[in-house]
């Protein structure tokens, strides 16, 4: 173990540039933030994930972000695991109807100001599960969403570029242009 | 074959290939079920159709890489049939999933409660005669333990990491579990009703994504049953090309979830390193096929991407630098007393249960069951490949946890293996159809075990019923064995080490 991590000392560190931060739909979250959001957040985000009832690919990608390569922490954005601390909820998966209640109540027990962020194209509207009797829909469909993410999944980079956007307008409260 | 074929003495109803399907009466039904529980032959599969139920059996009795497929199925005009449960427990919940379904009624079933329908979804019975149902939920009877001092935590659907989600329902006394039970169906899509009346093309890109940590082995089992039902012959380099993914995806799955397995156990180094190696390989994928998980990669009568000169250069450098970097935290994980104190003799699975179960993949191998598909009913390219299936028998987190380790090595030794002999040529042929109803089936090996894939294609080539059987259906019910006695607070650690898929049960 003293081999390994001593090795981790001397190598240089993996992480990658920050993303460039422009993203043209993160603008219209903007709108939604205001000054005492920012007062209270600072430049940090807790994230709660929710599984909707995604196939998991989603998550996969979302675990990637914790990995050396992306580095998410040190952007200030942590995950958290309760809704109670989270400022924001990461929601995957076309809503299935066994979940929907679930989902609700998260919200419900997430405090206020918070923001819903909806990962990946099953979140979007159901993507290619819509119209089945246990699909309810898209994220939007049951709770209010604030920024979509797509793809199937989104890669890590573009969670990343996504939420960095994020916490830099919640932190400068700027407005869409 | 001969004698399970026997058995079933019944008349073969449609095209059905590669292995045989029998229609047989409900006597024969239940001496099958009688089999299974004497331990003659494997459930591979339960499931239902349009006033009808079938049966997958796995024979496993001519010996290693001898393994035989047959199909029975009963006719159910009464909408009832015998229970299999009854006499073989490890058909319960698929009994209980054909009734939510289909409405069909196994009789003399011991567990009538409903399973994947949590009174939710506004129809009962949507895949057989629907009815109309409120939609407001239904409450649910979990079972009991009586006694001093025991009491009850439950957990779920929403869980405090990044995971899936599902309810699991402890009975404790003091730390120690004495009962768990499972309540799953949270993630049911209605995937089996999505795939009924669609293209093949659809009904691919659905079963690609029933569990996205699998979406290369489900591609090839929807794509080999497709070509089976068709009677196509694929190019061989296609066969080499899915080969190679599914190696990929065995080894991102299994790097990652070593680690993953460590961090529950409070040793984040590996997790970090194990991290590290999984986008390497991911990278590498999406460099090579355009995707990281390689989603639609896989398509009916071949692949959709071939390999060049660069990618193959470029998954040889990267089988060199996991060779390097694999073996210290091998080392590490053998080494570290910390570690070994929570994974030897936790979530102990009895070897009796892993085989009564037909328990697939490492669950299975680590519990003394040396199942392996790609071995046992070996489909090309195996059937022309070196490799191990390495089996442990401790049936702890431990052993788990060392057999995907051998895995990973396997995996390589594959992937040189591919790279060396890849043929040349095309990556894929023209998918026709019919001119008449034809089914197919086939059996393929996922990270996580053996994923079964039953179809039915109409004249025209449209899917008429698709049903896909996770290996979690297999390994879920036997977690709620292997933590009895353990203490609470290692659940999360023996959950991990079972890894099962929730998407991928719930459908
Ligand atoms: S967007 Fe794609 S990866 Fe994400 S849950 Fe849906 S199907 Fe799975």
């Known amino acids: 173990m003293r081999k390994l991590l001593f090795e981790s000392l001397t190598r240089a560190p993996l992480t990658e540039a920050p993303p460039d931060m422009e993203l043209a739909d993160i603008a219209a979250l903007a709108t939604t933030l205001g000054d005492v959001a920012r007062r209270r957040l600072g430049r940090s985000l807790s994230i709660r994930e929710i599984d909707a009832g995604s196939c998991n690919g989603c998550e996969l990608e979302i675990h990637a972000l914790a990995n050396a390569f992306y580095d998410l922490e040190r952007f200030g954005l942590r995950f958290v695991a309760s809704p109670r601390h989270a400022d924001v909820l990461l929601v995957t998966g076309p809503v299935t109807r066994n979940m929907r209640e679930a989902l609700e109540r998260t919200y419900n027990a997430t405090p206020s100001p918070k923001w819903v962020v909806s990962v990946g194209d099953c979140a979007a509207d159901g993507g290619c599960f819509a119209g089945s009797y246990a699909v309810v829909g898209g994220v939007s469909a049951v709770v209010p969403v604030d920024l979509h993410i797509a793809g199937c999944p989104p890669s890590p980079e573009t969670l990343l570029k996504a939420l960095v956007a994020l916490i830099g307008h919640v932190s400068q409260g700027a407005r869409a242009p | ?507």
Request: aromatic share 8%.
């Open chain 2, 1 to 507: 074959m001969q004698s399970m074929i026997k058995a079933m003495a019944g008349t073969p109803p449609h095209a059905h290939h590669p292995w045989p399907r029998r229609i047989v009466d409900a006597d024969t039904w239940s001496a099958l079920a009688a089999q299974l529980a004497e331990g003659r032959w494997t459930l591979a599969g339960l499931w239902g159709d349009a006033g009808a139920v079938h049966m997958a059996l796995l024979d496993m009795s001519r010996g290693e890489s001898q393994g035989e497929l047959a199909v029975a199925s009963l006719p159910c005009p009464t909408g009832q049939f015998p229970s299999v449960a009854r006499r073989h427990p490890p058909a319960h919940r698929l009994e209980r999933t054909i009734a939510d379904l289909f409405g069909l009624e196994p009789v003399g079933a011991p567990d009538d409660r409903p399973w994947l329908d949590h009174g939710r979804w506004r129809v009962g019975h949507p895949l057989g005669i629907t009815t109309e149902t409120s939609g407001e939920g239904a409450p649910y009877a979990f079972l009991t333990a009586e006694g001093e001092g025991l009491h009850r935590i439950g957990v779920g659907p929403v869980h405090a990491g990044i995971i899936e989600p599902g309810h699991f329902r402890f009975t404790a006394n003091g730390e120690t579990v004495v009962r768990l039970e499972e309540r799953l169906g949270y993630t049911h899509k209605g995937v089996e009703s999505l795939m009924a009346g669609a293209s093949l093309e659809r009904a691919a890109r659905l079963a690609g994504r029933i569990s996205g940590d699998s979406t290369v082995a489900y591609s090839i089992a929807f794509a080999r049953a497709a070509e089976a039902a068709l009677g196509i012959e694929i190019p061989a380099r296609a066969h080499w090309l899915r080969a190679l993914m599914a190696e990929l995806e065995r080894i991102a799955n299994h790097v990652g979830d070593i680690g993953a397995a460590c961090n529950d156990a409070a040793f984040a180094l590996m997790h970090a390193h194990t991290a590290v190696l999984r986008e390497r390989v991911l990278r590498q994928s999406s460099a090579c096929f355009g995707h990281r998980l390689m989603m639609d990669k896989v398509v009916p009568g071949g692949v959709a991407i071939d390999l060049d000169r660069a990618g193959a250069e470029g998954i040889r450098s990267l089988m060199a630098t996991i060779r390097q970097a694999f073996p210290p935290l091998i080392e590490l994980f053998d080494n570290t007393a910390s570690l070994q104190d929570r994974t030897v003799g936790a979530g102990i699975l009895s070897h009796a249960l892993a085989h009564q179960y037909g328990c697939g993949g490492y669950v299975g191998r680590a519990s003394g069951r040396a199942f392996d598909t790609r071995r046992d009913l070996a489909y090309p390219p195996y059937d022309s490949l070196r490799f191990d299936v390495p089996l442990f028998q401790e049936g702890d987190v431990n052993a788990r946890l060392w057999v995907r380790i051998r895995e990973v090595e396997q995996s390589l030794g594959l992937i040189d293996q591919l790279l060396e002999g890849m043929p040349s040529g095309d990556i894929s042929v023209a998918i026709g159809h019919g001119p008449e109803t034809r089914e197919g089936i086939a059996l393929v090996e996922g990270f996580r075990g053996d994923i079964l894939c039953w179809l039915r294609l109409d004249p025209t080539g449209i899917v008429e019923r698709c049903h896909l059987r996770d290996p979690s259906w297999f390994q879920w019910p036997v977690l709620e064995a292997a933590i009895e006695g353990n203490i609470v607070a290692d659940f999360p650690l023996c959950n991990k080490s079972f890894n099962c898929s929730y998407s991928g049960h719930d459908l």
